[in-house]
C-alpha cells in the first residue's frame, strides 16, 4: 500500500528527449518538463492536455444553409481557447455522403462539401496554432463509405484490382431466398440486420460491421495498410496532432470468419474486436507514421475490456497512447436499453481502473460524446432545481478522475436531452434502422422504443450546439436547422454563460485551470475512500506532499457526512455552491455538491 508516497521524482530520461520531431508546419508547444518522470508516469502533453470534442455538423453554420462548418468552428475558437481545452477532436470533416454523418468516408484527403474547403480547414489548423491549441481528427478506416473509389472499383469486378481492399465472400447457396443465397455467415451489423449485403453485379456479398453503405475494408491486405499510413501522413504533414480512430480493435477479423456462438452474439463488439493481426497492425502503424510524428493517439476500444487495455496502451509496445473504455459511460445500459445503476458499481469502475492500469498504461476519463446522450441528462440531474449543480459537479469528477478527460461539445453549458416526440425527430440511421427491425416488425411497441430513445438516442448529443437566446440559439441564420435546436436554448446558451461568472461554462474554465496547475490532479495516485456509499463519491489524489480530497454528492437530496481517517483540509480549492466548510468530520453536503479540498 503505497498511497502517500516517494516525493515527486522529476528525473529527466534522456533517451525520451530524443523522440520529439515536429509536423513541419506548424510548432506546436514543448512537452512539459521535456518528458520528465512523474510519479512515474512520463509525463507528456497528451496526459496533461483537456480534450474538447467537436461535432462539426452541430456546432455552428457560418453560411446559413442549416449546417455546421469549419469556417463556424473558426469563428468559435477563442470561446474554446478561453475556457482552457489544449486539444480540439473533430469528429470526420472528410468528403462523404453521410449515411452516418461522416463516419462514411468517400475521400480520406476531401473537405467534405458542406463543411467548407480544404482551405478553411487550413485557416481553422492555423487558428488553433496560433491559440496554442493542437487539433486531432477523426481516423475512420475499419470501413470507408460504398462510395469511395476504392470500393466502386472493387465492387465492379471479382478481378478488380481493388477487390482485395474489402471482405466479399459468396453466400451459401438457398433456392428459397430471393438471391439464390444466404449470407456467408451469421454476423450481425450494429446498425441491424446482417453484416453482410449481397450485390448483384458480381454475385458476391460484402462485409459491413455498420450501415450497408460502410463497407469494412480488408487490413490483411498489405496494400490497404500502406494507403491507410499514406493518408494519415498527409493530414500530420499539414501539421494534425493526431488521430481519435473509430472502432479501430475491429480492424483485424477472424481467420476463416466462424459463425458466433450464441453466446457470441450476445456481446457482438467484443467478438469482432481484438481479432489475431489488431496488435501487429497497430504496432506496424506506429512504427509508420506515429513514430515519425509527435502526435496524440486514442483508440475507439469498443469490445476492449480493462484487463486487455494495457495490450493495446502500454507504452513500451508501441501502439495507441490511450483508448476509449466503455465500462463507465455504458454502466446505464443493456445492450440498447436503458438501466438503473448504482453509485458503488460506477465507483469500483475508476478503482479498478487505478488498480489494473499501472504508470505505463494512461486512461481517459469522458462519459459522452457524439455516440451518447448529454453528460447531464445521464449522469446528473436535469430538471431546472440541479441542472446547473449537477452539471459543474460532473466537471468537478471528469477533470479530477485518472486520465486524460474528454470533454464534448455543449457539456460545459449543461446542455441537456432533446424533447424527442416521435420518430421523425430522430436523424440517426441507428435509430432508423432500428425502427424498421424492431417495431415496424412488431417485436417491440412504437411507445417503449420511443421512451427507451429519449434516455439512449445519440442525437440527444447531436442537437446544434446554443450560443445565444436567437432563433436557433444562433447557430444558424437558416430558418431551419438539419438537427433541431433543443427548445431550452433561451435559457441554456453560450452568450448568457459568457456573462455569468457563476455559469457552468465559468466553472469548467476554473476547474480545467485547476487541473492545469495541479500535478496531483493529473499524476497523483487516486484512492476511493469510502467506495460503498451510495451517495457520496470521495477520493484523494496525491502526488507527494500534495494531497486533494474530491467530494461528490451525486445524489439530488442533502447529505450529512462524516470522513474518517484523520484526514484535514487545509483550504477549499473549488467548490460549486459557496461554502466555508472545513471540518472533515462533520460535512454538510447539498444535493450535488461537489468540493475539491488541499490536505494537509
Ligand atoms: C463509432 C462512431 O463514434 C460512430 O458515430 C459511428 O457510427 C461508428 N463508429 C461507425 O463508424
Ligand atoms: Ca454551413
Known amino acids: 500500500m503505497n498511497l502517500y508516497r516517494a516525493a515527486l521524482a522529476l528525473i529527466v530520461a534522456p533517451s525520451l528527449l530524443l523522440a520529439v520531431s515536429y509536423a513541419q508546419t506548424a510548432t506546436p508547444p514543448q512537452p512539459s518538463a521535456h518528458n520528465a518522470i512523474v510519479n512515474g508516469y512520463q509525463s507528456q502533453w497528451w496526459k496533461e492536455a483537456v480534450v474538447y470534442q467537436v461535432y462539426p455538423r452541430s456546432f455552428k453554420d457560418s453560411n446559413g444553409d442549416g449546417i455546421g462548418d469549419l469556417p463556424g468552428i473558426t469563428s468559435k475558437l477563442d470561446y474554446l481557447q478561453k475556457l482552457g481545452v489544449k486539444v480540439i477532436w473533430l469528429s470526420p470533416h472528410f468528403d462523404s455522403p453521410n449515411a452516418d454523418n461522416g463516419y462514411d468516408i468517400r475521400d480520406y484527403r476531401k473537405v467534405m462539401t458542406e463543411f467548407g474547403t480544404m482551405a478553411d480547414f487550413d485557416a481553422l489548423l492555423a487558428g488553433i496554432k496560433q491559440r496554442h491549441m493542437r487539433l486531432i481528427i477523426d481516423l475512420v478506416v475499419n470501413h470507408s463509405s460504398d462510395e469511395h473509389k476504392w470500393f466502386v472499383e472493387s465492387r465492379s469486378s471479382k478481378d478488380s484490382p481493388y477487390r482485395d481492399y474489402y471482405i466479399w465472400r459468396p453466400g451459401k447457396p438457398n433456392p428459397a431466398s430471393p438471391t439464390g443465397f444466404d449470407p456467408p455467415n451469421n454476423y450481425p451489423s450494429f446498425f441491424s440486420g446482417s453484416a453482410w449485403q449481397y450485390d448483384p453485379g458480381t454475385k458476391e456479398y460484402y462485409l459491413h460491421y455498420f450501415a450497408v453503405k460502410q463497407p469494412d475494408l480488408n487490413w490483411d491486405n498489405p496494400k490497404v495498410r500502406a494507403e491507410v499510413f499514406d493518408l494519415m501522413k498527409f493530414w500530420l504533414d499539414k501539421g494534425v496532432d493526431g488521430f481519435r480512430?473509430?472502432?479501430?480493435?475491429?480492424?483485424?477479423?477472424?481467420?476463416?470468419?466462424?459463425?458466433?456462438?450464441?453466446?457470441?452474439?450476445?456481446?457482438?463488439?467484443?467478438?469482432?474486436a481484438n481479432g489475431p493481426h489488431m496488435q501487429e497492425y497497430l504496432q506496424e502503424m506506429n512504427r509508420n507514421v506515429m513514430a515519425k510524428?509527435?502526435?496524440?493517439?486514442?483508440?475507439?476500444?469498443?469490445?476492449?475490456?480493462?484487463?486487455?487495455?494495457?495490450?493495446?496502451?502500454?507504452?513500451?509496445?508501441?501502439?495507441?497512447?490511450?483508448?476509449?473504455?466503455?465500462?463507465?459511460?455504458?454502466?446505464?445500459?443493456?445492450?440498447?436499453?436503458?438501466?438503473?445503476?448504482?453509485?458503488?458499481?460506477f465507483k469500483a469502475i475508476y478503482a479498478e481502473h487505478a488498480s489494473k492500469l499501472d504508470v505505463h498504461s494512461w486512461d481517459t476519463v469522458f462519459l459522452s460524446n457524439h455516440d451518447n446522450p448529454r453528460l447531464v441528462s445521464s449522469f446528473g440531474d436535469d430538471s431546472p432545481a440541479f441542472r446547473v449543480a449537477s452539471a459543474k459537479l460532473l466537471a468537478t469528477m471528469l477533470l479530477s478522475l485518472r486520465g486524460t478527460p474528454f470533454i464534448y461539445q455543449g457539456d460545459e453549458l449543461g446542455m441537456t436531452n432533446y424533447p424527442f416526440k416521435a420518430i421523425g425527430d430522430f436523424d440517426d440511421i441507428e435509430v432508423k434502422n432500428a425502427y424498421k427491425a424492431d417495431v415496424l416488425t412488431g417485436k417491440v411497441s412504437e411507445q417503449a422504443y420511443l421512451a427507451n430513445l429519449r434516455h439512449m438516442s445519440r442525437d440527444n448529443a447531436r442537437t446544434p450546439m446554443q450560443w445565444d437566446g436567437s432563433s436557433n440559439g444562433g447557430f444558424t441564420t437558416a430558418p431551419k436547422a438539419w438537427l433541431a435546436v433543443n427548445p431550452n436554448y433561451k435559457e441554456i446558451n453560450a452568450k448568457e454563460e459568457l456573462a455569468d461568472p457563476d455559469s457552468i461554462y465559468n466553472y469548467y474554465r476554473r476547474m480545467i485551470a485547476l487541473r492545469d496547475h495541479t500535478p496531483a490532479l493529473i499524476y497523483g495516485d487516486y484512492k476511493d475512500i469510502d467506495p460503498q456509499n451510495k451517495a457520496i463519491f470521495p477520493y484523494t489524489r496525491v502526488l507527494g506532499q500534495e494531497k486533494y480530497l474530491?467530494?461528490?454528492?451525486?445524489?439530488?437530496?442533502?447529505?450529512?457526512?462524516?470522513?474518517?481517517?484523520?484526514?484535514?483540509?487545509?483550504?477549499?480549492?473549488?467548490?460549486?455552491?459557496?461554502?466555508?466548510?472545513?471540518?472533515?468530520?462533520?460535512?454538510?453536503?447539498?444535493?450535488?455538491?461537489?468540493?475539491?479540498?488541499?490536505?494537509?
Request: no cysteine.
Open 550 to 600: 474530491v467530494i461528490l454528492n451525486l445524489s439530488s437530496d442533502p447529505v450529512s457526512y462524516s470522513l474518517s481517517g484523520g484526514l484535514k483540509a487545509r483550504a477549499i480549492v473549488i467548490s460549486n455552491l459557496p461554502t466555508a466548510e472545513k471540518d472533515l468530520s462533520n460535512l454538510k453536503l447539498r444535493a450535488w455538491e461537489a468540493r475539491v479540498y488541499k490536505l494537509e
Open 245 to 272: 480512430m473509430d472502432v479501430i480493435p475491429l480492424i483485424s477479423k477472424r481467420a476463416g470468419l466462424p459463425d458466433l456462438t450464441p453466446e457470441e452474439l450476445k456481446n457482438v463488439g467484443k467478438a469482432y
Open 293 to 345: 510524428y509527435d502526435v496524440m493517439t486514442v483508440g475507439e476500444a469498443l469490445g476492449i475490456s480493462l484487463q486487455q487495455t494495457p495490450s493495446i496502451v502500454d507504452d513500451r509496445r508501441h501502439e495507441l497512447n490511450m483508448i476509449f473504455n466503455f465500462d463507465a459511460i455504458r454502466i446505464n445500459r443493456e445492450g440498447r436499453q436503458w438501466k438503473s445503476w448504482t453509485l458503488p458499481e
